[in-house]
Each structure stands twice: as structure tokens, then as C-alpha cells.
């Protein structure tokens, strides 16, 4: 009889415990992916940070061969602008984050296709250094966005998936947003004389 008591308590008892224990994991788990996605996110902002601080160089070497290329001058700066408020304001969404830096990237894909019409350009160093450090950094953003969408769909994933998504709706995890490039930014540019 005693046995049998002492089995109708302890059984309940490590159950319960088990549960506790993978509800602690499990919570952890989202924690940390949330924490890894905003890290992610992180990493690629500082490298748009880089880069908005590299375009003005950039424009203005650009200005000095292609005076008359004020249209593509003028879209690659109203861009950095925009991306560069966004970035300091924030209550802005990730999509509009995202949509604005796919609109300065895009812009500078303009500009680089403008450039090569001016072999003066292309043989100037400073124009060349600075176009290699975009190259470099346009490199680095797509390395943090790949990480950063690595890491959004491994938590997307434990969100949803069970029995993780127990404890993800019961403390209100809500799914992170993909950094997803634009048509536009997909699109070729074109250079018209």
C-alpha cells in the first residue's frame, strides 16, 4: 500500500518536473533565436551605416567627371537620405527599413553603371578605392542579411513548430520578417545617354 502511494506521488511529482524542465528549455531556446535575430539585424546595420557614410565620397568624385548625370546624383542621395532616416527613427518596421536601403541600393547600381560611361572615372584612384570599398561592403551587407534571414527562419521554425509553439503562444513570441530585396533592387539598371 505504501509503495503504491509513494508511486502515485513520485510519478505525478518527475512528470512534472520533466515538463518544468523542457518549458524552461524551450523558452530559453526562443529567447536566445530572438536575441540572435536582433543581433542579426544589428550586424547589418552597422554595415548600412558604413555604407551611408562611404556614398557622399562616393557622389561627389562621381560629380566631378559626370556633371550632367545630376538625375543619378541626385536619386543615389535622396536615397541615403531616406535609408539614413529610417535608420535613426525608432518606430520605423523592419519593411520599411529594408524597402528603403533596397531603394539606395538600387540607386548605386545606377551610379556604378553611369560611372563606367567615363573612362576618366574608371582610371581615377580615389573613385577606385572607394568602389572597392562599396564592392567590399555591398559583400558584407549580403553575409549579414543571409545570416540575419538564416536566423529569422530557425526561429520562424520553433515558433511554429511543436512542441516549442506551446510556450512561443503562450508568451506572445511573434514571428521576425525576412529581409527580402525589392523588384526593383532585382531589376538591371538602366543607363540612358
Known sequence: MD???LLLVVVPLVIAVVLVVWAIGAYNGLVTLRNRVGNGWAQIDVQLKQRADLIPNLVET???????????????TAARAGAVQLAA?????????AAAENQLT????N???????YPQLQANQNFLGLQN???????????????YNDVVMKYNTKIE???????????????AQ??????ASRAVPQVKF
Open 133 to 147: 570599398q562599396l564592392k567590399d561592403l555591398e559583400q558584407r551587407i549580403a553575409y549579414a542579411r543571409q545570416f
Open 178 to 183: 525576412y529581409f527580402q530585396a525589392d523588384e
Open 89 to 97: 527613427d525608432p518606430h520605423a518596421t523592419l519593411a520599411q527599413r
Open 106 to 109: 538600387h540607386a548605386l547600381m
Open 62 to 76: 562621381v560629380k566631378g567627371y559626370a556633371t550632367h548625370e545630376n538625375e543619378v546624383l541626385t536619386q543615389v
Open 111 to 117: 551610379l556604378t553603371a553611369t560611372a563606367e560611361a
Open 161 to 175: 513548430t511543436v512542441p516549442s509553439n506551446i510556450i512561443a503562444n503562450l508568451f506572445h513570441f511573434t514571428q
Open 3 to 5: 509503495a503504491i502511494l
